[in-house]
Structure formats: C-alpha cells, structure tokens
C-alpha cells in the first residue's frame, strides 16, 4: 500500500517535519491539487 502526506491542515502541519513525515509516505505535498501528477509519475516509474 502506498501513502500520501498532504501538507492541510493543523495535524499535516505539526507532522511535516518529523523523521517519520520524511520517510514513510510515498508522496509528500503541499496540495490535493498535486496528487494526480505524483500517482502518474510513481505509475510510470513502477513499469
């Protein structure tokens, strides 16, 4: 399973900067907005 830290809110907030923000998701960012783009490119990588 892959994971996303959306960079929202007061809990994405407090959270971003720590070892575990760093180094557990599959894709850190700063919006919704941006997530497609990511998946697309994890996608294109994978193959």
């Given amino acids: 399973m892959e994971t996303a830290?959306?960079?929202?809110?007061p809990w994405a907030t407090?959270?971003?900067r720590?070892?575990?923000a760093e180094k557990l998701p599959t894709f850190r960012?700063?919006?919704l907005t941006?997530?497609?783009e990511e998946i697309a490119r994890f996608?294109?990588?994978a193959r």
């Fill in 5 to 9: 830290l959306v960079h929202r809110g």
């Fill in 14 to 16: 407090i959270q971003w």
């Fill in 18 to 20: 720590t070892e575990e």
């Fill in 29 to 31: 960012v700063e919006s």
């Fill in 34 to 36: 941006e997530l497609p």
């Fill in 43 to 45: 996608n294109e990588r």
